[in-house]
């Protein structure tokens, strides 16, 4: 057995695993780069995740957007690595990766080593995958836990796949239209332990939900579904969501008509005589590769298996597809899903188009060849040509100058820099996925620890601090000080929508214990009226810190304290 399991790592699968390693290595190298503060809601959740270990119950004590596990998920996380903001990061960048790992072996199982390790290097180093897995967004949380209960359910452990997808369905809504697909089409299918997926999301998705809002039922149902419906219409932020998406997902748009090529091959192949080409397999071969499984399935077998593995999987992209186009307001991190569905399109794609091509020439069908190819070609022109440019959301005389600020790893510094990072950027200019992502770690909060260290050493225990959803939770998680009220969430759609009046919210939290007040300057909540007018009233500044893009932030102490 030990000399079987060595011959069984032996060449391809050396190199599978080499692939593999590489490509995990390559994004935690990236992450390197994103310890620091940004203008971001994560700091919403990981002050109201610290609140809740300390005993407070959410949509009972404090406001909250979104499904309850995306903070209970944290809660460990914190007491497990500390309350600090390396583990904030760290939190989304193991889920991604989790979520790459459970991809690849979800694809290599049925279509080979070739296409896990092409759909893991597509997933891994998508621009918004990398971005987005900086931040914990939820969408990122709830990706690796649908990922992971897909691969339970494709092994028939339904009770455990539907645990682990409701649990990810209350981390972020977002994936639900997903997992119901995956419920039905395992009922359809008739697939080993469907009944127990059912029974376990079930229980997980409801019971929680009722456990976690029996305190507050009309605070939890106001902040997990009746605000979403209330938000205006975004209209401008959706457009340039999917302009940004298109212009930078270059193989994302390659990979539909590479994977439609690649099912009217497998289509091809499960009706082939022979798909293989050659001799026909003797009975003895077909009853050792039908016990093997996957790709030694006989061959036209296996073709139909990955054809409607293959069709599934474009029914996952129109489902996700309509759930977002749908949406009032989308952010690029929404795309995440629909990122990995496209990471897996052009991995299967691709082996299936190669598999049917040895099979076209193998059988001397060269003109239908010929016109395969030119069909795919002209698709992937197409595609191509209908894909936004960037500067269709950013001015074509855009230009910046960006300053290198080192990661965590001087070894990693050494590496990246001369290889990935440039100084200067051109608007409508070519630059590789890895120096976006290495501009985008350099956008963080200028003068955070300023802030920080005068509330440190000018700050009461019994003070209180209030403002921006950006700023406030973060100084109150990096220094140990407490929101008044809790309110973390003061995000400016919460009082256009008209769940919370801004005059009774202020009037609420104008405590005497209300010391502290940072904003934005005029943008964000100080872009309202009535808050900025009672801001300057009865607060004056302490300190005010420019950005580099302008932008002023103000840390304001209570008038005669």
């Not at 960048?93 to 790992?101: C, H, K, R």
């Amino acid at each position: 057995m030990p000399i079987d399991r060595w011959k069984s790592w032996s060449g391809r699968g050396i190199a599978e695993a080499a692939a593999v390693l590489l490509l995990l290595a390559l994004y935690a190298a990236m992450k390197t780069y994103c310890v620091r503060p940004t203008m971001t809601d994560d700091w919403i959740y990981a002050y109201l995740a610290r609140r809740i270990g300390e005993g407070a119950w959410p949509y009972q004590d404090f406001f909250f957007a979104h499904p309850p596990m995306h903070l209970l998920a944290m809660v460990p996380f914190l007491k497990l690595f500390g309350e600090t903001i390396a583990t904030i990061r760290l939190m989304p960048t193991l889920a991604t990766l989790l979520s790459g790992i459970f991809l690849w072996r979800i694809v290599r199982r049925d279509h080979g080593a070739v296409a896990g390790v092409v759909a893991l290097a597509a997933f891994l180093t998508a621009l918004d995958v990398i971005r987005a897995s900086t931040h914990v967004t939820g969408t990122n949380l709830s990706l690796a836990a649908l990922i992971v209960g897909t691969w339970a359910f494709l092994r028939g452990r339904g009770l455990l796949g539907g645990i682990v997808t409701g649990l990810g369905s209350l981390v972020a809504l977002y994936i639900g239209p997903l997992v119901a697909f995956l419920l039905v089409l395992l009922a359809w299918r008739r697939m080993p332990g469907w009944r127990w997926a059912w029974i376990g999301f079930a229980v997980t998705f409801i019971g929680l939900q009722l456990i976690v809002a029996a305190p507050a039922p009309g605070s939890y149902l106001l902040g997990v579904y009746r605000y979403h419906s209330m938000k205006l219409e975004n209209r401008e932020k959706t457009e340039e969501s999917w302009d940004r998406a298109l212009a930078y997902q270059a193989l994302g748009c390659a990979a539909l008509p590479i994977l439609l090529a690649g099912i009217a091959g497998e289509a091809w192949l499960a009706r082939s005589p022979n798909p293989r080409g050659g001799k026909r397999p003797t009975r003895e071969q077909h009853r050792r590769e039908a016990s093997e499984g996957g790709e030694a399935l006989p061959a036209r077998e296996g073709a139909r298996r990955r054809l409607r593995w293959q069709l599934a999987l474009v029914g996952l992209i129109a489902v996700e597809l309509l759930f977002l186009l749908s949406l009032k307001e989308m952010y690029t991190y929404y795309l995440l899903p629909l990122l990995a569905l496209v990471a897996v399109a052009l991995g299967v794609g691709l082996v299936s188009v190669a598999r049917t091509t040895r099979s076209l020439l193998a059988h001397r069908e060269r003109g239908l060849l010929l016109a395969g190819s030119a069909v795919l070609l002209f698709l992937l022109i197409g595609a191509e040509a209908l894909r936004t440019k960037e500067t269709s959301f950013i001015r074509t005389s855009y230009e910046r100058t960006y300053a290198w600020v080192p990661g965590t790893s001087p070894a990693i510094d050494r590496l990246v820099r001369p290889l990935f990072w440039r100084d200067h950027r051109r608007a409508g200019s070519g630059y590789l996925t890895l120096t976006r992502a290495l501009w985008h770690e350099t956008d963080h909060i200028f003068g955070a620890d300023t802030l920080a260290a005068i509330l440190r050493r000018e700050a009461a225990p019994t003070d209180r601090i209030v403002g921006d959803s950006h700023l406030a939770p973060l100084l109150a998680f990096t220094t140990g000080m407490r929101i008044i009220d809790d309110e973390a969430d003061t995000n400016s759609k919460r009082f256009s929508s008209g769940v919370e009046k801004i005059d009774r919210f202020i009037a609420r939290i104008d405590r005497p214990e209300l010391v502290w007040v940072v904003t934005v300057e005029e943008t964000y909540i100080d872009a309202i009226p009535a808050f900025r007018r009672w801001r300057i009233e009865n607060f004056e500044p302490v300190v005010r810190l420019q950005q580099p893009d302008g932008e002023i932030l103000n840390l304001s102490r209570r008038k005669g304290t």
